[in-house]
C-alpha cells in the first residue's frame, strides 16, 4: 500500500512533462490538441451516425440499439417497468428482509449504492445538454426513454445476481462479465463461445467506459462548476484544469490507492443528502412558479414533436433525448449490474424489481426537476452558448442566486461519488481480464487517476464525444448476450410472480409484531 | 416454574454488571440465561460497492468475533457452575433485536446494562436502555 505522501510525488512526477509545455499556450490547451484527434476517432468509431429516413437528422446506431432492446424488454416481460413498481417499492422498504440475514446488503442498500453511481451529472449537466441541443422536447423523449430504460434494468440485475459468484474468500463478483460468460455457457457450446467474446468485449468498453464517462467527463464538469462560482473567465483556476485535476486524482487516489475508506464511507452518506437538497431546491424552484409548470409541458409537449426544434425534426430531438437518457440511467449499459448483485437474497428477480427505480429515480424524477428548473428560467433560451452543468447552474441561480456554490458542492460530490463508484467496476472488469493480484491492480488504479487529470484539462465537447462513445459501446456485447439469456430471465419472473401472486411472499415484518 | 432471561451485552462495564445480576436471577429461579449480543445495523444505511462486495464475509466475521470473544468465554464460565445458558449474536438495532429476540424466546425478563451507548447518543437520541423499557413485550430490568 502506497502511502499518501509518496503517492502525492507520484502524481507530480506524472505533471512534469505538462508543464514543460507550459510556454507554449498553456497545459490544458496542450494536452487537448494532444487527446482530441484519439477521442475523436473512438468516438467516430462507436457512434457512427445512421441517417434517418425522410429527414436530415442523424442516430447513432448504438442508441437505436439500446432503445430497440428496452422497448423488446418491456413487452417481452409485460410490461414490468409498471406492474413490478409495487412490489418493489415493498422490497426496497425491507417488507420481506429476513430477519436472520439481518447484516448481509439489503434491497435498499444495493439500490442505494447504484444510485449513487448513476444519480450525478448525467441528471445536471445531461439535461442541460439535451435542452441546449435538442430544444426543451428532448426532456420528453429523455423520460420515454428512462420508463423503458426500466426494463433493460430490470434484466441486467435479475442476470447479475443469478449468475454472481461467491468467491472463496467470501466476496461477491457479479456483473456482465459473469452473466455473460457463464449464462451463455449454459446453452451450448457454441454460445459458450459467443459469451466469452462477449464478456471480454464488456470487460474492456467498461475500462474504457471507467475512464471516460465515469472519470474525465466527471472531472471535467465539475471544474466547469468551480470556475464557474470563483469568478468564470476570470477565475484564477480558469486554465488551471491540470491542476484541479492533480488535485481531484489526490483525493480519490487517497480512497483506491490509499484505502482510507473511511472517505468513501463520508462520501456515500452525503451523497444521498446532496440529491435531497438538489431535488429540494429544484421543487422549491417549480412550486414557486407552479403556474409556468403547464406551458412548460407544452413546450416540451410542441418541442418534443418537432413543430419548432432545432436539431432536425422530432426523430433528431427523439435521437438526442434517447442518448442522453442512456447516459445518465446507464439502462442497457450492464454497469448496474456490477453494484446490484451483492445484494443478500435467493430471488435473482427480486433485485430485478428492485432495480426498475433506478431509472426511474435518476432518469424520469431528476431529470425532469432539472429540465423544468432550465425550462421555467428561461436560462436555456438567454444562457445562449451555455452548455453543461454551467447551464443548469444559471437556470437555479436566477432563483436562489446563492445555490450555484450548493450546486458546485453537489457536483464535486456526485462527481466524486460516481468516480469512486466506476473505478470499481473498472477494477472488476480489468481483473477479470488480466487477474486478481496486486500488480494489475495498482496498474489500473494509476491509469484511473492519470484519466483524471486528462479529464479537467481538455475542452468539453472533446470529452463528451470519448465519454458517451466507452460508456455505450458496452451495451453492444452486454445486450447481445442478454436477448440469449431471456428464456432464463422469463422462467425466474413467472415463477418468483407466481409465488407473489399466490401470496407466499411472506412480509417478515408480520412475523414476531402481532 | 423455570423462568427465562434475556441479557443483552456489549462489552461495557454495565454490561457485565447485568451479567451478574442476571446470573444471580437465573440461579435463585434456577432458569435459563439467554445471553445476547447485538450488532448495531441498520437496512437503510449507504454503503459503497466495495463495502457491499465484501458485506457477506464481513458479516460472518463480525458475527465470529461475538460469540468467540464475548457470548462463548462468559457462556463457559456460566455453565461451568451448572447454569442453564445459550448465546446467540445479531445484526441489528438493538433495541428492537433485543425485543424480538425476547419473543423469540419467549424471554421472562430482559436484563440490560443501563449505559452501553455513548453519552452523546444517549442525550440526544436516548439509549437503547429507555428504547427497550418503550418497546418491550416483557419485564426490562435495567442494571446501572
Redesign the interface.
Known amino acids: 500500500m502506497i502511502n499518501p505522501a509518496g503517492f502525492l510525488s507520484l502524481l507530480f512526477l506524472s505533471a512534469l512533462p505538462a508543464s514543460a509545455l507550459a510556454e507554449t499556450g498553456g497545459i490544458d490547451q496542450a494536452i487537448d490538441r494532444l487527446i482530441s484527434p484519439l477521442s475523436g476517432f473512438v468516438e467516430r468509431l462507436i457512434l457512427f451516425p445512421l441517417p434517418l429516413p425522410g429527414t436530415d437528422a442523424q442516430v447513432p446506431f448504438v442508441v437505436l440499439w439500446l432503445v430497440i432492446a428496452a422497448v423488446f424488454f418491456t413487452f417481452y416481460f409485460r410490461f414490468i417497468n409498471l406492474r413490478g413498481l409495487g412490489l418493489g417499492f415493498r422490497l426496497v422498504r425491507?417488507d420481506y428482509?429476513d430477519?436472520r440475514a439481518?447484516?448481509?446488503?439489503?434491497h435498499?442498500?444495493?439500490l442505494?449504492?447504484a444510485l449513487?453511481?448513476t444519480v450525478g451529472l448525467g441528471n445536471i449537466a445531461g439535461v442541460a445538454i439535451a435542452v441546449s441541443v435538442g430544444g426543451p422536447g428532448a426532456v420528453v423523449w429523455m423520460m420515454l426513454a428512462g420508463f423503458l430504460g426500466m426494463s433493460s434494468k430490470f434484466v441486467e440485475c435479475t442476470l447479475g445476481v443469478k449468475y454472481r459468484s461467491?468467491n472463496p474468500?467470501?466476496?461477491?463478483?457479479g456483473g456482465p462479465m459473469w452473466y455473460l460468460s457463464r449464462g451463455l455457457a449454459e446453452r451450448g457450446p457454441r454460445l459458450a463461445k459467443l459469451g466469452k467474446i462477449c464478456a471480454v468485449l464488456f470487460a474492456i468498453f467498461c475500462i474504457g467506459g471507467s475512464f471516460g464517462g465515469a472519470n474525465m467527463f466527471q472531472a471535467n464538469q465539475s471544474f466547469q462548476q468551480v470556475v464557474g462560482v470563483t469568478g468564470g473567465a476570470e477565475s484564477w483556476l480558469a486554465d488551471k484544469g491540470w491542476l484541479f485535476g492533480l488535485i481531484l486524482a489526490f483525493f480519490v487516489g487517497l480512497v483506491i490507492i490509499g484505502g482510507i475508506?473511511s472517505i468513501?464511507?463520508v462520501?456515500?452518506?452525503i451523497?444521498?443528502l446532496m440529491a435531497i437538497i438538489y431535488i429540494t431546491a429544484g421543487l422549491v424552484i417549480i412550486f414557486t412558479h407552479i403556474e409556468q409548470v403547464p406551458a412548460a409541458f407544452m413546450l416540451m409537449l410542441t418541442s418534443a414533436l418537432g413543430v419548432d426544434s432545432v436539431a432536425g425534426g422530432a426523430l433528431g430531438v427523439l435521437a438526442i433525448g434517447f442518448q442522453r437518457a442512456a447516459f445518465s440511467s446507464e439502462a442497457g449499459i450492464g454497469s448496474a449490474a456490477?453494484?446490484h448483485s451483492?445484494?443478500?437474497t435467493r430471488e435473482p428477480v427480486s433485485e430485478g424489481v428492485v432495480a426498475l427505480y433506478e431509472p426511474f429515480i435518476d432518469t424520469i424524477v431528476v431529470c425532469t426537476i432539472t429540465a423544468l428548473v432550465i425550462i421555467i428560467s428561461g436560462s436555456y433560451i438567454e444562457g445562449g452558448g451555455m452548455s453543461g452543468v454551467e447551464l443548469t447552474s444559471q437556470a437555479f441561480a436566477s432563483v436562489i442566486d446563492w445555490f450555484p456554490y450548493i450546486l458546485a458542492v453537489a457536483v464535486l460530490m456526485f462527481a466524486y461519488s460516481t468516480m469512486?463508484?466506476w473505478s470499481?467496476?473498472g477494477l472488476k472488469c480489468w481483473t477479470y481480464l488480466f487477474g486478481e493480484n496486486r500488480r494489475t491492480e495498482m496498474t489500473y488504479k494509476t491509469l484511473f487517476l492519470m484519466f483524471v487529470v486528462l479529464g479537467a484539462s481538455m475542452q468539453l465537447g472533446a470529452v463528451i464525444g470519448f465519454s458517451d462513445a466507452m460508456i455505450l459501446a458496452m451495451a453492444f456485447p452486454n445486450l447481445l448476450g442478454i436477448y440469449f439469456l431471456l428464456p432464463v430471465v422469463r422462467r425466474e419472473l413467472d415463477r418468483y410472480w407466481a409465488m407473489y401472486q399466490r401470496g407466499e411472499l411472506v412480509p417478515f415484518r408480520h412475523i414476531?409484531r402481532s | 416454574m423455570a423462568k427465562i432471561f434475556l441479557l443483552g451485552v456489549d462489552g461495557s462495564e454495565c454490561g457485565e454488571r447485568a451479567l451478574e445480576v442476571a446470573a444471580d436471577h437465573v440461579r435463585a429461579s434456577s432458569g435459563k440465561l439467554v445471553l445476547c449480543y447485538v450488532i448495531p445495523w441498520s437496512p437503510f444505511t449507504f454503503s459503497t460497492a466495495e463495502e457491499n462486495a465484501e458485506r457477506h464475509r464481513r458479516r460472518e466475521e463480525e458475527l465470529s468475533i461475538a460469540m468467540t470473544k464475548f457470548l462463548q468465554p462468559r457462556a463457559k464460565a456460566l455453565g461451568a457452575e451448572g447454569l442453564d445458558v445459550e448465546v446467540v449474536a445479531r445484526h441489528g438495532h438493538p433495541a428492537k433485536t433485543l425485543a424480538a429476540l425476547a419473543r423469540e424466546y419467549d424471554a421472562d425478563t430482559i436484563v440490560i446494562g443501563n449505559r452501553g451507548d455513548t453519552p452523546l447518543k444517549t442525550r440526544i437520541l436516548g439509549g437503547t436502555a429507555t428504547a427497550l423499557i418503550q418497546i418491550s413485550h416483557c419485564p426490562v430490568l435495567v442494571v446501572p
Open positions: 425491507g428482509n430477519p439481518a447484516g448481509e446488503v439489503t435498499f442498500q444495493a442505494a449504492t449513487s453511481g461467491i474468500d467470501g466476496t461477491v463478483s475508506r468513501a464511507r462520501t456515500s452518506k451523497v444521498p456490477i453494484a451483492a445484494v443478500q469512486l463508484a470499481y467496476y414476531g
